[in-house]
């Protein structure tokens, strides 16, 4: 089924409506009018009936006889306003009409029909005036209106159609406009009507949401491009490897030697798939992490013991230190999914350990204080420089030289990922050539509370001098 333009509903309606309103004007300035014109005859009929009875009452008093007092009556009611007939009949048998040859009943006029008693005889008076002229006058006005109606209409419908045609220009603009944005080009925008109305208040929404679109798409592009280069190495030599294995034959330990080398190089394209997996399944928010009610103490002392003898190799000591209200003893509940966690702090540790310079210390903090949980980690090493700060959570993003340890670059990705996933949020600091610090702050929750709503994560980079 075909659907109608806009336009063509809204000038639709708009006449309907239009002629709905005029229909009962119409009718009201009619009714109106004729109760105005009938209205006006009713008070003159009375006043012509008021005038003659009272005339009547003054005549009857000076006795009269009937000729002569039909005489009198007669001038008078030669003296009324004309056209029209009076009528007056007594119970006694007095009988007068004006004019004489006037019916007593007719449809063309408006009768006034009034009862009077004198000297005990009861009279019936009729006064009655033509209503020709008012009929005529409703006529001509109901023949202006049923004229004039239509034709007011037809205007207003072309007026309404020309301004809802100008009034949805926009719109035709706008659609055009989006008939151009496509994937491959989708730093197109929509062009704002200069009107500061409604519909310019949606295209900037559009605009924006065209925006948050085209970074995503670059994103999801990069994203892509940077899976398929990290990959692309390890095939290549595995590719390698294999095809000089079956090359010409070679002696079982030449085989084993090549084969651990596929294994090492599989291992790597392993972890990375599944950490691409992962970024990816939060992307879009079909992780489905449960959460549950969780000893972030006990957690994060966990991951601790489980580091120490990384760092001991590398001579490297890890100390934990706990402010008021967090001690060693006791428990700070959030609401969170541990093995998450457990990876989370496993990449900040492990980044810890990997810049660090041997003999120094590794510091671990936990702080409980205003309804945040934030928990701290420090390395004095090789630091992060401000240019490559604020780029740091950035996937396969890998900063200089002295901080590059052949990884992929996921690993404060994965971390990031999992904190907004929490409804937390990681801020990074750092001095160059002295020390790192690493801050993860959590809304904190009862051990008996329901767990939270996680809220969108937040992270905020800031250098620190």
């Not at 002392?301 to 001579?315: F, G, K, N, T, Y």
């Amino acid at each position: 089924m075909r659907r109608r333009s806009l336009r063509f509903q809204l000038t639709l309606w708009y006449a309907v409506i239009l002629t709905a309103g005029l229909s009962l004007c119409g009718g009201l300035i009619w009714w109106s009018m004729r109760q105005r014109l009938v209205g006006e005859l009713d008070r003159d009929l009375q006043g012509r009936a008021a005038r003659f009875e009272a005339y009547f009452r003054a005549e009857s008093v000076e006795q009269l006889s009937e000729g002569e007092l039909r005489d009198e009556l007669d001038e008078f009611s030669q003296a009324l306003p004309a056209p029209g007939y009076l009528s007056v009949q007594g119970s006694s048998g007095f009988s007068f009409h004006y004019p004489p040859d006037a019916p007593s009943v007719n449809p063309q006029f408006r009768i006034l029909e009034r009862h009077f008693l004198f000297d005990g005889e009861q009279f019936d008076l009729e006064v009655a005036a033509p209503i020709s002229e008012i009929v005529h006058t409703l006529e001509l006005l109901r023949l202006q209106l049923l004229s004039l109606i239509p034709l007011v209409i037809a205007v207003a419908c072309l007026g309404g159609l020309w301004l809802s045609r100008r009034a949805l220009k926009p719109v035709d603009d706008i659609t055009a406009a989006a008939r151009m944005i496509s994937i491959e080009n989708l730093s197109g925008r929509l062009p704002v009507p200069d009107s500061g109305d409604e519909l310019a208040r949606l295209t900037e929404v559009l605009n924006t949401m065209l925006a948050r679109l085209e970074r995503a798409v670059q994103t999801l592009s990069q994203f892509v491009a940077d899976a398929s280069h990290e990959l692309r190495t390890p095939l290549a030599v595995i590719r390698t490897t294999a095809e000089l294995a079956v090359r010409r034959a070679r002696s079982p330990e030449a085989y084993r030697t090549s084969l651990e080398e596929v294994v090492v190089h599989t291992e790597r394209m392993t972890k990375l798939v599944e950490d691409l997996l992962f970024l990816a399944r939060t992307d879009t928010g079909a992780a489905g992490i449960p959460m549950e009610p969780l000893d972030l103490r006990g957690l994060v002392s966990d991951v601790c013991d489980e580091m120490r003898s990384i760092a001991d190799l590398r001579q490297i000591r890890i100390r934990t230190t706990f402010t008021e209200g967090a001690g060693r003893d006791a428990q700070v509940f959030i609401s969170g999914h541990r093995a998450s966690l457990h990876r989370l702090f496993l990449v900040l540790l492990d980044n810890a350990l990997k810049y660090s310079r041997s003999g120094q210390e590794v510091i671990v903090g936990l702080e409980n204080r205003s309804g945040e949980v934030a928990v701290t980690i420090q390395d004095f090493g090789v630091g992060i420089h401000e240019t490559d700060l604020p780029h740091i959570f950035e996937r396969f993003y890998q900063a200089d030289q002295a901080r590059s340890s052949g990884g992929h670059g996921l690993g404060l990705s994965l971390a990031d990922s999992i904190a907004r996933a929490h409804g937390a949020m990681i801020e990074a600091s750092s001095k160059p050539h002295d020390h790192s610090l690493f801050r993860v702050v959590f809304p904190s929750r009862d051990s008996a509370a329901a767990p939270p709503v996680a809220a969108p994560g937040v992270r905020t980079v800031s250098p620190r001098a």
